[in-house]
């Protein structure tokens, strides 16, 4: 018995089946034009799977809201929105669904078996093309009043401009691009700064100097213990080291600088979403 697992995103479905706490038979598909064409890759997937399928547990974009049944919000992919999907997906596959939302999902798994397994407090930050992130008190998601937390993105830091547009690898490629011309994306900033280009690296720096400053206010606000890093950024080894020394200079500067966190870079990569998702459906079960 075992779960078949899908990760929505706007231009693919990745999907795998869990088992064990093992993810196998992996693959996707290309993210269908239509929920009926979604619907029919989905069952496809799942009959295709070797092992009983006990339910299907979905990451997707939007707000996942288990009371209303719906997926609220806006993303990519606008016809999962504002219609009872969860009750569409259960009749039409003949099993249990659970949905929630991807980067929550992706929060989840790094609590529960991931970089935050041993700690209760946590602030998740996913630097992605925005930013996104999740929750979590007492181990517990915390999703706020209407569903938004989590949504660093939207915070504005130091430069009066929101988190995504600013504290990112992939922003921070965008606009060397700007200054000078070349074509760029953000393995090859790092790869300029390996080969001691001022400009990427004073772009770079820039970019740890917002994410810190971020950090600052959650820090602040919500006291985690520990702020875990995801995202591709995340891969290089040096980055959680380069944010907590500016997040401490922060601190220091209003002395408190006793409740800096830790922080690390996520334990699982592009398999986060589909192991969240996973963990996710058996926690609805209990």
């Known amino acids: 018995m075992g779960l078949a697992v899908f990760d929505i995103g706007g231009s693919a479905v ?5 088992n064990e706490e093992t993810l196998t038979q992996q693959g996707q598909f290309k993210t269908p034009e239509t929920f009926e064409e ?7 997937v799942i009959t295709s799977f070797e092992g009983e399928v006990e339910g299907v547990a979905m990451s997707a974009p ?6 209303k049944r719906e997926i609220e919000g806006i993303s990519a992919v606008p016809y999962l929105h504002n219609r009872p999907i969860y009750d569409e997906l259960e009749s039409y596959l003949s099993l249990p669904v659970t949905i929630e939302n991807d980067a929550n999902c992706a929060g989840i798994a790094e609590i529960e078996l991931g970089a935050g397994k041993d700690n ?5 930050v996913v630097l992605g ?6 929750v979590f008190i007492n181990r517990q998601i915390y999703k706020g009043a209407h569903l938004f937390g989590g949504e660093f993105g939207l915070m504005t830091n130091r430069t009066d401009r929101t988190f995504s547009s600013n504290g990112t690898i992939v922003k921070v490629a965008d606009k060397y691009q700007r200054l000078t011309a070349e074509v760029v994306n953000g393995k090859d900033i790092f790869e300029k700064i390996d080969q001691g280009d001022p400009l990427a690296l004073k772009l770079l720096n820039d970019m740890y100097d917002n994410v810190a400053n971020a950090l600052y206010n959650i820090q602040v ?7 875990i890093i995801g995202g591709g950024v995340s891969a290089r080894p040096e980055i959680a080291d380069e944010i907590k020394m500016r997040l401490k200079w922060l601190l220091d500067e209003q002395g408190v600088s006793s409740i800096l966190p830790e922080v690390r870079t996520c334990h699982f990569a592009n398999d986060a979403n589909l192991i969240g998702a996973a963990m996710n459906f058996y926690n609805k079960q209990k």
């Open 62 to 67: 939007g707000a996942a809201n288990d009371v």
């Open 120 to 124: 209760q407090h946590v602030a998740f």
């Open 14 to 18: 990745k999907y795998g089946f869990w």
């Open 221 to 227: 606000s919500m006291d985690p213990e520990l702020v």
């Open 129 to 134: 093309t925005g930013v996104g992130g999740s």
């Open 38 to 44: 979604m619907k029919e890759n989905l069952k496809k």
